[in-house]
């Protein structure tokens, strides 16, 4: 399989969506990159999307890396990318209620609730893409940036982030390799806010387990489930 591709066939996989892999080049260009590997249609009839393969979104990822030349001529599918904790610069980003992400002001709420939702639905349609139909397994986008897409999770679930005064969650890098760690801020209710994070992670395509720090805090580790 060639990496020699066009400027239109490099720049339709830069700009693919960045929480699904959709493509939203010209069909010729799609096509293409189907017949490359790096994309595959998705849908019904004459009215398909193409999204991203698995090899499409490593070369996105190497092309925002400016690495375009490497991965356009070298890149050897199968290759096993590095382990990220969010998603490339500018595209959407769950909030993962460590602070990096402001809460949005009052009047852009409304607009981060609706991104946030079609993340989540785009995210279950390239599951869907990639496994045959099934959305309970997270989809190997996820599995590279856990921390990003457990926090999407529990953000589509309706779950708060963390914020100053007033309790949430919180997903960060665990020690473990693998794995995602989800924390609440507010010890009284940890282990009962905790619970229901658990559930909602294990209904969309997550194994949750339940630790305790020394000093008696409760956390999870989550891991991606298999079929």
Do not use: N
């Not at 720049?11 to 293409?32: M, N």
């Not at 991203?52 to 070298?74: I, K, P, Q, S, V």
């Not at 349609?125 to 999407?152: F, K, M, Y």
């Not at 953000?155 to 969650?169: L, N, T, W």
């Amino acid at each position: 399989m060639t990496r020699r591709l066009s400027p239109a066939q490099r720049r339709a996989v830069g700009e693919a969506d960045p929480a699904t892999g959709r493509l939203s080049a010209a069909a010729r260009v799609c096509s293409a990159l189907a017949a490359a590997g790096l994309a595959v249609p998705h849908g019904r009839g004459g009215h398909h999307s193409y999204y991203l393969t698995a090899d499409g979104r490593r070369l996105r990822d190497a092309l925002a890396e400016g690495a375009a030349d490497a991965a356009a001529d070298a890149a050897e599918p199968g290759t096993t990318p590095g382990a990220r904790s969010g998603p490339a610069a500018g595209s959407f980003r769950a909030d993962d209620g460590t602070g990096k992400d402001p809460a949005p002001p009052a009047a852009q709420q409304a607009r981060r609730a609706a991104d946030v939702t079609a993340a989540w639905e785009g995210l279950l349609q390239i599951r869907a893409v990639l496994a045959d139909g099934v959305t309970g397994v997270p989809a190997p986008w996820e599995r590279d940036r856990q921390v990003h897409a457990v926090a999407l999770a529990l953000e589509a679930a309706g779950c708060p982030p963390a914020r100053p005064g007033s309790p949430g969650y919180r997903v960060t890098p665990s020690a473990h390799q693998g794995l995602a760690e989800v924390g609440w801020t507010e010890p009284s209710s940890a282990a009962a806010a905790l619970a229901k994070c658990a559930e909602l992670l294990a209904a969309f395509g997550w194994q949750p387990t339940t630790h305790r720090t020394r000093g008696g805090v409760p956390y999870l580790l989550t891991s991606p489930a298999t079929r």
